[in-house]
C-alpha cells in the first residue's frame, strides 16, 4: 500500500498572525522606556563640568577607534600629531552626529504626525525628541571645547538627507535611525570608561550611551513591527534604501578634511584607512550588532545585501 503524505498549505494571513505573535506590544514597550527615561535621563548642562581645562596628553577619542591606527601612515606620525588627529576625528564624528539626529528629529515627528497624540507611543518619541535636542547641543558643545572645527558632511550628502527626511517610509526611517546609532554606540562604549580620553568626552559619551540604549530599542521595537506588517513593496523599499544609508554613512564617517587639518596629505590617508584590515574590523565589529538584528528581521536581502558589502560593515 502506498502511503499518500498530503503538505500543509499555511497562508499569507496565518505567517503574518504568528509574526504578529511575536511582537511586543507597542504601548508597554513605550511605558517601559517612559519609565526609564523619566529615571534615567542627564541635563548635559549641568551635568557635565564644561568650565574644567582640558588635560594635557589625554586623547579625544581611544586611538584603537582612530581611522589611520595601524596603518604605515599612523607609524610616522608622531605621539602629538596622533592626539591631534584624535581631537579632529571626534570633533567630525560629533559634527556627523548633529546631522543624523535632526534628521532623526523630522523623521520621528513624520511617525507619529498621524498617530494619536495620548498614545504612550507618541509620548516616548517626543521624550526621544527631546533627548536628541540636548545630544546635538551637549556635542556642539563638545566641539567648541575642544577647540576643533565643525565637519559638516559633503553638500552631496546634505541635499540627499533632504529627499530621505521627505521620502522616506516608516520602516526605512527606523532602519536608518539604528544605522546612525549602532555603529556610534558601539564605539561609544568603548570610550567612556577609558581613562586615556580626555574627561569632558568621556562624560559626553557616557550620557549619550545610557539614553540613546532607550532610542535602540524603541527604533528596533517598531522596525521590527513594520517589516511583518508593511506591504512587500514597502519592505523591499526598506532593504534598498538602508543599504544605500549604509554605503553612504560608511563615507561619511570621518571627514577627509581631518586629514589635511593635521597636516597630513588628504589623498593618501584616505587610502590608507580604505586599505586598513584594522579599521575593516573596527567598523564591522562596531555594526555587528545591529546587522545580525537587521538579517534576522528581513532586511538584509538581494540588493540591500549587497549595498551592505559594497559600504564594508558587513562582513
Given at each position: 500500500?502506498?502511503?499518500v503524505?498530503t503538505?500543509?498549505?499555511v497562508?499569507?494571513?496565518?505567517?503574518?498572525?504568528?509574526?504578529?505573535?511575536?511582537?511586543?506590544?507597542?504601548?508597554?514597550?513605550a511605558?517601559r522606556?517612559?519609565?526609564?527615561?523619566?529615571?534615567?535621563?542627564?541635563?548635559?548642562d549641568?551635568?557635565l563640568?564644561?568650565d574644567a581645562?582640558?588635560?594635557?596628553?589625554?586623547?579625544?577619542?581611544?586611538?584603537e577607534?582612530v581611522s589611520?591606527y595601524?596603518?604605515?601612515?599612523?607609524?610616522?606620525?608622531s605621539?602629538?600629531?596622533r592626539?591631534?588627529l584624535s581631537?579632529?576625528e571626534a570633533?567630525?564624528?560629533?559634527?556627523?552626529?548633529?546631522?543624523?539626529?535632526?534628521?532623526?528629529?523630522?523623521?520621528?515627528?513624520?511617525?507619529?504626525?498621524?498617530?494619536?497624540?495620548?498614545?504612550?507611543?507618541?509620548r516616548?518619541?517626543?521624550t526621544?525628541i527631546?533627548d536628541?535636542c540636548?545630544?546635538?547641543?551637549?556635542?556642539?558643545?563638545m566641539?567648541?571645547?575642544?577647540?576643533?572645527p565643525?565637519?559638516?558632511?559633503?553638500?552631496?550628502?546634505?541635499?540627499?538627507?533632504r529627499?530621505l527626511?521627505?521620502?522616506?517610509?516608516?520602516?526605512?526611517?527606523f532602519?536608518?535611525t539604528l544605522l546612525?546609532?549602532?555603529?556610534?554606540?558601539w564605539?561609544?562604549?568603548?570610550?567612556?570608561p577609558?581613562?586615556?580620553?580626555?574627561?569632558?568626552v568621556?562624560?559626553v559619551?557616557?550620557?549619550?550611551?545610557?539614553?540613546e540604549?532607550?532610542?535602540?530599542?524603541?527604533?528596533?521595537?517598531?522596525?521590527r513591527r513594520?517589516m511583518?506588517?508593511?506591504p512587500?513593496w514597502?519592505?523591499?523599499?526598506t532593504?534598498?534604501s538602508?543599504?544605500?544609508?549604509?554605503?553612504v554613512?560608511?563615507?561619511?564617517?570621518?571627514?577627509?578634511?581631518?586629514?589635511?587639518?593635521?597636516?597630513?596629505?588628504r589623498r593618501e590617508?584616505?587610502?590608507?584607512?580604505?586599505?586598513?584590515?584594522h579599521?575593516?574590523?573596527v567598523?564591522?565589529?562596531?555594526?555587528?550588532r545591529?546587522?545580525?538584528?537587521l538579517?534576522?528581521?528581513?532586511?538584509?536581502?538581494?540588493v540591500?545585501?549587497?549595498?551592505?558589502?559594497?559600504?564594508?560593515l558587513l562582513?
Amino acid at each position: 500500500m502506498t502511503t499518500v503524505t498530503t503538505a500543509t498549505t499555511v497562508t499569507e494571513p496565518e505567517v503574518l498572525r504568528d509574526a504578529l505573535g511575536l511582537l511586543k506590544d507597542r504601548e508597554q514597550v513605550a511605558e517601559r522606556l517612559l519609565d526609564s527615561s523619566a529615571k534615567h535621563s542627564f541635563d548635559p548642562d549641568t551635568e557635565l563640568d564644561w568650565d574644567a581645562p582640558l588635560e594635557e596628553g589625554k586623547w579625544f577619542w581611544p586611538p584603537e577607534l582612530v581611522s589611520l591606527y595601524d596603518t604605515p601612515m599612523w607609524k610616522k606620525m608622531s605621539e602629538e600629531q596622533r592626539m591631534e588627529l584624535s581631537r579632529h576625528e571626534a570633533a567630525s564624528l560629533a559634527s556627523l552626529g548633529i546631522w543624523f539626529e535632526i534628521i532623526l528629529m523630522q523623521l520621528l515627528v513624520r511617525h507619529i504626525y498621524d498617530k494619536s497624540v495620548t498614545s504612550a507611543h507618541v509620548r516616548y518619541a517626543l521624550t526621544e525628541i527631546a533627548d536628541e535636542c540636548r545630544h546635538s547641543k551637549m556635542f556642539a558643545r563638545m566641539i567648541q571645547k575642544g577647540g576643533a572645527p565643525s565637519y559638516p558632511v559633503s553638500r552631496l550628502n546634505h541635499n540627499l538627507a533632504r529627499i530621505l527626511k521627505t521620502v522616506s517610509t516608516t520602516p526605512g526611517s527606523f532602519a536608518c535611525t539604528l544605522l546612525g546609532e549602532e555603529i556610534l554606540d558601539w564605539m561609544q562604549r568603548l570610550t567612556f570608561p577609558d581613562e586615556r580620553v580626555q574627561t569632558i568626552v568621556r562624560g559626553v559619551t557616557r550620557i549619550h550611551v545610557v539614553e540613546e540604549a532607550r532610542h535602540v530599542r524603541y527604533a528596533r521595537e517598531e522596525l521590527r513591527r513594520q517589516m511583518v506588517t508593511a506591504p512587500r513593496w514597502e519592505q523591499e523599499l526598506t532593504r534598498v534604501s538602508c543599504g544605500e544609508a549604509a554605503r553612504v554613512f560608511s563615507i561619511a564617517f570621518v571627514n577627509p578634511q581631518v586629514y589635511t587639518n593635521v597636516g597630513l596629505d588628504r589623498r593618501e590617508a584616505v587610502a590608507q584607512v580604505k586599505a586598513s584590515g584594522h579599521r575593516r574590523e573596527v567598523m564591522q565589529s562596531g555594526a555587528g550588532r545591529l546587522t545580525d538584528f537587521l538579517d534576522d528581521i528581513g532586511v538584509l536581502r538581494g540588493v540591500g545585501r549587497k549595498l551592505w558589502k559594497s559600504s564594508g560593515l558587513l562582513a
